[in-house]
């Protein structure tokens, strides 16, 4: 097998000593039944709580201890492309420490992520039990979003300023399956700067206002207050969410494939 950056990875046995480094896998691995294994988890990783609050913290995605880390002596290290430092990754596989490094961009990827980590874990069974809910439920989401008109949203990730995704995420993706399509989704960026008098001239119909990365809060709604004429502010569809469904891989994808829809009207209820 091949993790994202083309490296080939193949364990003898099943991982007994796992660090995480992102914190959808940290919840994807607990749900394969590794949460014995974990020794290592982020200052970020905060599900499952019951779990992650035994565990061992090494600091940040960007900023992990990597000396910690080195001395839990795992058998197993777990990163992404993006919210990792490629650095970092070089550093531990240069102290012969395996590390798996993961990035699905889209649903049907992050998916398939739960199958490889399965395999790369002997947890294949669990991984495809999982599966077994998550495929179907995707498909039926997808094919029901298809006979509709996408509904423009604006999402944001970041206040002061003002950030948001393009197609070229899996957020976007997210959204796609679910019936609705940023509002920048054609911006060269995938992280675009945007202001305000800009996100009213796309004339979203839904803004949603995570609280992850950026923790809005109710008090946010206001900024959007002088745009009166954007349908979104009309209709009063600002809607303050868990950003959890919207951007972590794994099992936490039913969720969002049950919840996302009726959010924006993209399936009758």
């Given at each position: ?37 974990l020794v290592g988890v982020t200052a970020y990783c905060v599900e499952p709580r019951a779990v992650v609050r035994e565990k061992t913290r090494i600091g940040g995605e960007k900023d992990p201890d990597l000396t910690a880390i080195r001395a839990l002596q795992p058998d197993l290290v777990i990163a992404n492309v ?188």
């Open positions: 097998m091949k993790d994202a950056t083309g490296c080939g990875l193949a364990l003898s046995r099943p991982p007994r000593r796992i660090v995480s480094l992102i914190p959808s896998i940290t919840e994807t691995l607990c749900h394969l039944g590794l949460a014995d294994a993006e919210e990792n430092v490629r650095e970092h990754v070089e550093t531990l596989r240069g102290w012969d420490i395996p590390v798996w490094v993961t990035y699905p961009r889209t649903v049907a990827q992050g998916l398939a992520m739960i199958r490889e980590l399965g395999e790369l874990t002997h947890t294949a069974a669990r991984a495809q039990a999982i599966l077994a809910d998550l495929e179907p439920l995707f498909a039926r989401v997808r094919a029901a979003t298809a006979r509709r008109r996408p509904v423009p949203v604006f999402y944001a990730i970041w206040r002061t300023p003002w950030m948001t995704i393009s197609a070229d995420t899996y957020i976007h993706d997210l959204l796609a399956v679910c019936g609705a399509v940023s509002v920048f989704g054609d911006h060269p960026s995938r992280y675009p700067t945007v202001t305000l008098d800009e996100v009213a001239a796309r004339r979203p119909e839904v803004i949603v206002l995570p609280d992850e990365p950026f923790r809005f809060r109710r008090s946010h709604v206001a900024d959007f207050a002088p745009y009166v004429d954007v349908p979104a502010v009309r209709a009063g569809r600002i809607h303050l969410v868990d950003g959890k469904p919207f951007s972590w891989h794994g099992p936490r994808v039913g969720e969002a494939l049950l919840t996302l829809p009726a959010l924006f009207g993209a399936i009758d209820d």
